[in-house]
């Protein structure tokens, strides 16, 4: 199954160079039917990925641009007024796709925000009186940029939970950014085939569910989000003044899938304490909401839980 | 002028060439017009070079009908030099009597003719009333009829003078020397005076030829006023001389000729000795001053050298910083402290895990293989190795 994979990747590689984290983070959302929240500045290649992804999976991509003055019905559609027959018609809007780009999220009011994080998490619309299912898969990538604060609506917490991972997207190394000015400059960058299916990519997902985890891992994982929690709990009294609010359950859920997921991209069928040390920054990253003091410190919720896992024994 | 020779002739300006010529030797002119005389008279006839010679015209209105003016002047030429004394005028318009005094010094001997410029003006009552009558912003001249007037020249017989004779009249020669004893190249003053009546003594050499000293002349300074139909002049001559060494200056002999006495005699300032002392020639650097020493300027240089030690400085210092702040983080660094620390591969996983670096993913797969699988891995190499890749 793992030469799947390996297509798959291949197939992305012929439209992206380089940005391998935010291709794996992608995977393991797709295959955790998960969302990813992108912190990057523009130009990284972000919408491509996606297309690149939607069309090696044979699936259906949208862009939405969130700007100030979206309105949900924008997003999800809305009820329309045909005068011919005098009835109203759904007219459906962008989020009725695979995978959907959300450009620069915080851009959009808090009720457009909301109306998306609650279709993410429900996975179904309602549009007047009628409910719209959405198909499998739905995997939102999400993007905010992370060098313009004037004029955005910061993502509450609360929200920012519902995404899964959230991957910060760093510059090409100059090898790579060498590859992509040339390949751009002779457009010669590949046309990307379809190499899996829906049914291939529902497969996979249930390989990923049948990739053994062991107890001490469950309780590792478990131990880790608690101690972002209680911190005290676990000798970390210096973390204690730095965090307001610790991990979710959904940290826990959602790290639990990754760690798997990730395994299993790695070909495993196990997943060791290194499969959690490669996915906890991406899932707890946004998940641990700092204290006034640690942000005046300047501290970095990576650091935080670099600590934690520095900290709590593995198994 | 001690006497003058004083002749009388007259003459009509319609007689003939002969009647003139028997006049002239007799040195008296009295020439006539048809509106007025004219009388010329010359106190010598034969005088010396640069003997001064007193020509007096007198000018009588005859037509008392007109109202008359005169321009008289002795034109000029290179066999004689001029000089008006005086006019004497009359204040009546219809009876004009005019005489021109001038003192002529001839300058070359034989025959000279000394020729004129006569012009007679006449005018009218009315002209000069209306003249008059003009105030001061409405002035015109007074119109006139101008006639010139052809006066015959006068003849004078100039004899030569004694050889080599540079001053004629009467005069006498003084002189200042400062000091006789000086220094090397210092300047010796010296002033000549010579003074007396008769033609100006300017002379155009005074110093003798002999003698390789510097000399250092200056423009004469003359001072003369004519003063009993001749000129009386006081000249000096200022002069400098300097040497190297000891002098002598020869003896100035100037030959001079009194046309009045008929001597010839000579002025002269005896040969002078000058000593010279001699004088190191640092004492001669003006010390106030002076300027440096003439010698090469490597100050350049050395301001060179002291801007790039202090660039070295600046910069090594900078260097130092650099190196020291890079030390201190590869040995402070606490990610490099703690895998140092680190006693067994789990707490290394751990803390490589930690460091969410996807450089150190092949020690973490080998630590993983090691403890979860069935690697083999040399624990110290794989520590050395993420050392190696944090730096």
């Not at chain 2, 009388?39 to 001064?52: C, G, L, R, S």
């Not at chain 2, 606490?334 to 150190?360: G, Y």
Request: contains cysteine.
């Amino acid at each position: 199954m793992n030469e799947q994979i390996d297509l798959l990747k291949k197939e992305i590689s012929k439209a992206v160079i380089g940005q391998d984290s935010m291709i794996e983070g992608l995977l393991i959302g797709l295959l955790c039917d998960g969302h990813i929240l992108v912190e990057g500045v523009p130009g990284l290649a972000k919408t491509t990925t996606i297309n690149a992804l939607s069309r090696a999976i044979g699936l259906d991509s949208k862009r939405i641009q969130f700007t100030p003055d979206l309105l949900p019905s924008d997003i999800i559609g809305a009820q329309i007024y045909n005068p011919q027959n005098h009835s109203f018609s759904i007219k459906k809007g962008p989020l009725f796709t695979n995978l959907l780009l959300a450009d620069e999220i915080n851009r959009a009011p808090a009720k457009v925000q909301s109306a998306l994080l609650e279709v993410m998490q429900e996975r179904q619309v309602t549009i007047a009186e009628e409910t719209f299912k959405l198909e499998r898969p739905f995997l939102v990538m999400a993007t905010q940029n992370p060098i313009e604060q004037e004029g955005v609506y910061a993502l509450p917490e609360a929200q920012l939970d519902r995404f899964m991972m959230k991957i910060v997207v760093q510059h090409n190394s100059e090898i790579e950014e060498l590859e992509i000015m040339r390949k751009a400059a002779s457009k010669t960058f590949g046309e990307i085939e379809a190499v899996l299916n829906k049914e291939d990519l529902f497969k996979l997902q249930e390989e990923i569910n049948r990739v053994h985890i062991d107890h001490e891992i469950e309780h590792y994982i478990v131990q880790i989000i608690t101690a972002t929690r209680d911190p005290e709990r676990f000798g970390l009294e210096n973390l204690a003044q730095n965090i307001m609010f610790g991990a979710s359950p959904r940290a826990s859920i959602d790290l639990y899938k990754a760690a798997k997921a990730k395994a299993f991209l790695r070909g495993n069928d196990f997943v060791s304490p290194a499969d959690i040390g490669y996915v906890i920054h991406n899932i707890l990253r946004h998940r641990i909401v700092l204290s006034y003091e640690a942000r005046a410190k300047g501290v970095h919720t990576d650091e935080i839980i670099s600590e934690i896992i520095e900290t709590l024994p593995i198994p | 002028m001690n006497s003058l020779m004083k002749d009388t002739y007259v003459k009509s300006n319609l007689g003939n060439l002969s009647l003139r010529l028997l006049i002239l030797l007799l040195s008296i002119v009295i020439l006539h017009a048809e509106d007025f005389t004219y009388t010329f008279n010359i106190d010598k006839q034969a005088p010396y070079v640069k003997e001064p010679v007193v020509l007096t015209l007198s000018l009588n209105q005859t037509n008392h009908d007109l109202v008359m003016f005169f321009n008289f002047s002795i034109k000029k030429s290179k066999d004689y030099t001029f000089q008006r004394i005086n006019i004497q005028e009359s204040d009546s318009y219809h009876n004009a009597k005019v005489r021109y005094f001038y003192l002529l010094y001839p300058l070359r001997s034989g025959d000279i003719n000394i020729t004129f410029d006569l012009v007679q003006k006449t005018t009218t009552d009315e002209s000069i009333a209306f003249s008059i009558a003009g105030d001061r912003d409405h002035v015109e001249g007074i119109t006139t009829i101008d006639t010139k007037i052809d006066l015959p020249s006068l003849q004078l017989k100039v004899k030569p003078l004694p050889k080599d004779t540079l001053l004629i009249g009467d005069f006498t020669l003084t002189h200042t020397i400062k000091k006789h004893n000086a220094k090397v190249h210092e300047p010796i003053p010296m002033q000549v005076h010579i003074k007396g009546t008769g033609y100006p003594p300017i002379l155009e050499k005074l110093l003798p030829k002999e003698g390789d000293f510097t000399r250092f002349t200056e423009k004469p300074i003359v001072k003369s006023f004519l003063r009993n139909n001749d000129t009386q002049s006081t000249v000096t001559y200022p002069i400098a001389l300097s040497h190297t060494q000891s002098f002598t200056l020869s003896p100035i002999v100037i030959k001079a000729f009194d046309p009045k006495t008929q001597r010839a005699y000579t002025l002269t300032v005896p040969a002078q000795k000058f000593k010279i002392q001699e004088v190191e020639p640092h004492t001669l650097v003006d010390k106030v001053d002076s300027p440096d020493v003439l010698k090469e300027d490597w100050s350049w240089l050395r301001t060179l050298l002291s801007y790039i030690l202090v660039f070295a400085a600046g910069y090594l210092t900078a260097l130092s910083w650099k190196w020291k702040k890079r030390r201190s983080y590869k040995e402070d660094h606490p990610l490099i402290r703690k895998i140092q620390e680190c006693k067994d591969e789990k707490s290394l996983l751990q803390v490589l895990m930690a460091t969410d670096n996807k450089d150190l993913t092949p020690s973490i797969e080998q630590l993983e293989s090691s403890l979860y699988g069935n690697g083999k891995i040399k624990f110290n190499k794989i520590k050395q190795d993420a050392l190696e890749k944090i730096k």
